[in-house]
């Protein structure tokens, strides 16, 4: 077994020197020490409040997305994608955006999701399988889930096309839209397509691609050889890259992304180099293609440790602060956790008679089967 292990921790080690030796550029407002330092194109003014109150969108934020991989391995959800790690990617682009504009989500953006308001209990039933988020996502402005890779970009891209010839764009007032996706989903076609047809149509639709380094198992430089940033010039795009565990930082680049697209100058991509704590998702074993030295490099920059040192040093926020914020988040897990457990089991049946019109002899024998099965389970509770 130790023999096995070891040429992957000598690629891992290869891949860390070389990201020290060459850090790439990126925005950054908040170094991972917890030093502010500026930038000429971006800053961000809060006042002592709104400071503080990213903090508790980090902190909670993380406690849910725990919960949710806890709920999974009880057997409470059939999957959980953790977002552990891209805490700041996720807070920071979701509060800047305005309560007109419109998301298009992947399928971890639980933060993004937080920031906008919106029964977090949604994201935990879909992936329960009761229903398939069972919101407005008109009212909502905040579309369900994508699982698909990329084909969310091609949805984006069409609705901000419609954004655009009903003439919501052109002030401070305007309709912008954001897709959140992966660097594995800027290889797929969808993507790319989506790419054309905005810039091509100067809609005001931002891409957001949160850069975890991992698609699914592969690395960057297996997918490609031309950070996604970059790739947005060859289609007409100005493209930003930002440390994505930055949270000042992302917001800043958001902000200016969002302000772009809602005064009718187009679209744009940006990037948030981040990185993902967890597997891809509780079906996954991350222990095949990364180790642990790793991960530690990566914990070094930890999100949430960088914005509590920031605030700490600046005197915005004092122990007892931390100590509420984290008694608020025992209660938002205690609540949501019994909520999920309140839920009903799915109906088996479902994923069969909501698809054909006329089910197909295969899936119907397998359709009969599955509530053989389920049947089998009810009698053993009883018993």
């Known amino acids: 077994m130790g023999d096995q292990k070891r040429p992957a921790a000598k690629t891992a080690k290869s891949r860390r020197k070389s990201a020290s030796a060459n850090e790439p550029e990126f925005v950054q407002l908040l170094t991972p020490e917890g030093k502010r330092v500026s930038h000429p194109d971006y800053e961000v003014n809060f006042t002592d409040e709104e400071y503080r109150g990213l903090y508790r969108d980090l902190l ?68 329960r399988g009761v229903d398939l988020g069972g919101r407005d996502v008109a009212a909502d402005r905040f579309n369900m889930y ?104 992302t917001y800043a680049v958001t902000e200016s992304a969002l302000d772009r697209a809602r005064t009718g100058e187009g679209p744009s991509l940006v990037e948030a180099f981040t990185y993902r704590m967890q ?29 509590r040192s920031w605030l700490e040093a600046e005197s915005l926020a004092d122990a007892d602060y931390f100590a509420s914020v984290d008694d608020e988040a025992v209660q938002h897990v205690r609540e949501l956790r019994q909520r999920v457990m309140d839920l009903p089991d799915p109906e088996v049946t479902e994923m069969f008679d909501s698809v054909y019109t006329d089910l197909p002899p295969r899936l119907g024998a397998e359709r009969a089967e599955a509530v053989a099965f389920r049947a089998s389970l009810d009698e053993g509770s009883e018993s």
Not at 181 to 210: K, M, Y
Not at 280 to 295: F, G, M, V
């Open 146 to 249: 994508e699982i698909v890779i990329a084909s969310q970009t091609l949805h984006a891209a069409g609705y901000a096309m419609g954004v655009a010839k009903d003439g919501a764009v052109g002030g401070a007032d305007g309709e912008a839209v954001i897709v959140y996706h992966g660097d594995g989903a800027t290889a797929e076609g969808d993507f790319n397509e989506a790419l054309i047809w905005a810039g091509v149509f100067n809609s005001p639709l931002v891409f957001f691609c949160q850069n975890n380094q991992y698609a699914i198992s592969e690395t960057n430089a297996r997918q490609f050889r031309v950070p996604p940033y970059k790739r947005a010039e060859g289609f007409g795009l100005p493209g930003v890259r930002v440390d994505g565990n930055d949270v000042l930082a």
């Open 60 to 127: 909670i934020t993380r406690e849910l997305d725990a919960q949710g991989t806890a709920l999974q391995r009880q057997g409470q959800l059939g999957l959980w994608p953790s977002l552990l790690g891209q805490e700041a990617a996720q807070i920071g682009s979701g509060r800047a955006l305005k309560p007109q504009d419109t998301v298009f989500p992947a399928y971890r953006e639980l933060g993004v999701q937080w920031c906008r308001g919106i029964d977090m209990i949604s994201a935990f039933s879909l992936f």
């Open 279 to 307: 597997p891809h998702t509780t079906s996954d074993d991350a222990t095949r293609y990364r180790d642990e030295a790793e991960l530690d490099y990566w914990r070094a920059k930890d999100p949430i440790l960088r914005y």
